[in-house]
């Protein structure tokens, strides 16, 4: 990505404390809604989450572990340790930390299944941020995920929609096969979102016109008995 002089300003002012302080009055006074449920906007100073998508991301996470607490669980990235207490597996290729397993997902093998699988922002570098890009490792690694699943076990992903798109393309078409997908777009410069359709979001850019993700999927997968 080329250096662009004028955004790299911007997130310093962003990042500032003062700017720090009035974005979390603001937010903080706000909520957003997904799928008829109201969430409070996560303001952490781990990666200035006032100013980009994990706004949003965190406070879904959150409740959906605080809803599974008793269950076994996966997280694919090492993400929401960052900002939560959190005591489940993590799987991360390439993110060095005391607890997480440094080890392709698609090569992963654990003794027992996972009654709940998370990802956040991670399903978007599969095949795509090294030198050869690989589409088919996307699928792969869905399908993998969704193997590590117990009966009635859980996943749920959220990504980013224009950072990769094969991926962008995968959810068009409904490659994927999950059961559902709900889309949240950034709708101004104080980081609010707002729930709209795949036709909203379809053929966003990423770091534009806001920094980060602009629109992201939030897709869950249940895997019921046949």
Same mark, same amino acid.
């Given at each position: 990505?080329?250096?662009?002089p004028?955004?790299?300003?911007?997130?310093?002012?962003?990042r500032?404390y003062?700017?720090?302080?009035?974005?979390?009055?603001?937010?903080?006074?706000?909520?957003?809604?997904?799928?008829?449920?109201e969430?409070p906007y996560?303001?952490?100073?781990?990666n200035?989450?006032?100013?980009?998508?994990?706004? *949003?991301?965190?406070?879904?996470?959150?409740?959906?572990?605080?809803q599974?607490?008793?269950f076994?669980?996966?997280?694919v990235?090492?993400v929401?340790r960052?900002?939560?207490?959190?005591?489940?597996?993590?799987?991360?290729?390439?993110?060095?930390?005391d607890?997480?397993?440094?080890?392709?997902? *698609?090569?992963?093998s654990?003794?027992?299944?996972?009654?709940?699988?998370?990802?956040?922002?991670?399903?978007?570098?599969?095949?795509?941020?090294?030198?050869?890009k690989?589409?088919?490792?996307?699928? +792969?690694?869905v399908?993998?995920?969704?193997?590590?699943?117990?009966q009635?076990?859980?996943l749920?992903?959220?990504?980013?929609v224009?950072? =990769?798109s094969?991926l962008?393309?995968?959810?068009?078409?409904g490659?994927?096969e999950f059961?559902?997908c709900?889309?949240?777009?950034?709708?101004?410069?104080? =980081?609010?979102?707002?729930?709209?359709?795949?036709?909203?979001?379809?053929? +966003?850019?990423? $770091?534009?016109?806001?920094?980060?993700? $602009?629109?992201? *999927? *939030?897709?869950?997968?249940?895997? $019921?008995?046949?």
């Amino acid at each position: 990505m080329s250096f662009n002089p004028i955004r790299k300003i911007k997130k310093l002012v962003e990042r500032s404390y003062f700017y720090r302080r009035s974005a979390e009055k603001f937010l903080s006074a706000k909520t957003f809604r997904l799928d008829g449920v109201e969430y409070p906007y996560t303001i952490h100073p781990h990666n200035h989450t006032w100013t980009n998508e994990r706004a *949003v991301e965190i406070s879904i996470a959150e409740r959906a572990l605080i809803q599974r607490k008793q269950f076994r669980t996966l997280e694919v990235g090492n993400v929401t340790r960052h900002y939560l207490q959190t005591r489940h597996d993590v799987v991360d290729k390439y993110e060095k930390a005391d607890g997480v397993i440094n080890v392709d997902i *698609v090569s992963f093998s654990p003794d027992q299944k996972y009654s709940f699988i998370l990802a956040i922002s991670t399903l978007e570098h599969v095949g795509w941020d090294r030198d050869k890009k690989e589409p088919d490792k996307i699928i +792969t690694a869905v399908d993998k995920l969704k193997e590590l699943l117990t009966q009635n076990g859980e996943l749920l992903l959220t990504f980013p929609v224009g950072f =990769n798109s094969f991926l962008d393309e995968f959810i068009e078409e409904g490659t994927l096969e999950f059961d559902q997908c709900h889309f949240l777009k950034r709708i101004n410069a104080e =980081n609010e979102w707002r729930q709209v359709e795949w036709e909203e979001v379809k053929g +966003t850019s990423y $770091n534009s016109p806001y920094s980060n993700a $602009n629109a992201i *999927v *939030v897709a869950s997968y249940s895997k $019921n008995p046949r």
